[in-house]
């Protein structure tokens, strides 16, 4: 048996965001790892420290026995502690011990996805012991790797990939959120619709929909009047959804119209990654 075709999608974007990720920091001079990131408090070491680690536990191996410290300001919660733990252990490793980590540890996946029969529904333990399907599992995977693939670039000065396999991935997932910023977060009125018109190397036009019941769905079909709507590129639409900036840093490339206070909330709500 072979890679379920359902989980191919994810497994290719995984291959080609690591890839990247391998060629980008393979030939880094040491003081490169120290750059900081558009990830808060991750240096580029750091954000392959997460990447590695993720991929280990995705492979099976056990999670370090380690002690954080008490001064990292960026950790603030549970979920940052569990992910932080990775990072932290290889805070002191030296360049040649990354990328020769990074290098293992893409050959084991790779032997991995290659055996890998098992169903998309099959159970598989996540983060701080959550229960996820595989498929859910590759999937959150393929987009975690290629928004830090996205970091590195911007804090190494090599855009790219803006439109590689694991963009499409990405723009499926925030999709996904969006529904729960505008219909949860922003609490916008019930039976209303506001538009997303996205551009650039991926391109989209979304609705979302808040019934009268107050849940948000997301369609294909533009809305006549809607309460609001918002033009963005689409790295805009990434970094704002993950958190990379806030809407202040960026409202030069954003065009809001409609009810000012729900454009606002929209956009002070829109990061949802942890």
């Known amino acids: 048996m072979s890679l379920h075709p359902t989980l191919q999608p994810y497994a290719d ?8 990720i391998s060629e980008l920091v393979q030939h880094l001079a040491e003081a490169d790892w120290n750059r900081r990131t558009p990830c808060p408090g991750w240096s580029v070491r750091d ?64 032997r991995q996805l290659r055996n890998e029969s098992r169903d998309p529904g099959t159970k598989v333990r996540g983060p701080l012991g959550a229960e996820l399907t595989l498929e859910e599992s590759m999937r959150s995977h393929a987009f975690n790797v290629w928004v830090h693939e996205q970091d590195l670039r911007a804090s190494l000065g090599r855009p790219g990939n803006l439109d590689s396999p694991g963009a499409y991935v990405a723009r499926d997932v925030l999709l996904d959120e969006l529904p729960r910023v505008v219909a949860e977060r922003a609490d916008a009125p019930r039976s209303s619709a506001i538009v997303f018109d996205v551009h650039g190397p991926v391109e989209f036009l979304r609705t979302v929909r ?10 294909t079909v533009p809305a006549l009047g809607p309460a609001a709507s918002f033009s963005l590129d689409w790295e805009t639409f990434v970094r704002l959804a993950c958190g990379r900036v806030g809407p202040d840093a960026v409202a030069d490339r954003v065009k809001a119209e409609g009810d000012p206070a729900l454009t606002t909330a929209i956009l002070r709500n829109f990061a949802v990654t942890p």
């Not at 974007?13 to 990247?20: D, N, P, R, V």
């Not at 808040?210 to 369609?219: A, F, S």
């Open 13 to 20: 974007a995984w291959t080609h965001s690591i890839e990247a």
């Open 47 to 110: 954000i392959v420290s997460h990447v590695i680690g993720l991929d280990s536990e995705m492979y099976g191996d056990p999670r370090p026995i380690h002690s954080l410290p008490r001064d990292l300001f960026h950790v603030t919660n549970e979920h940052q502690r569990y992910m932080e733990m990775q990072v932290d252990v290889r805070r002191h490793h030296t360049a040649p011990e990354m990328t020769s980590e990074l290098e293992l540890m893409v050959i084991r996946r790779n």
């Open 210 to 219: 808040v019934d009268i019941q107050g849940r948000g769905t997301v369609e």
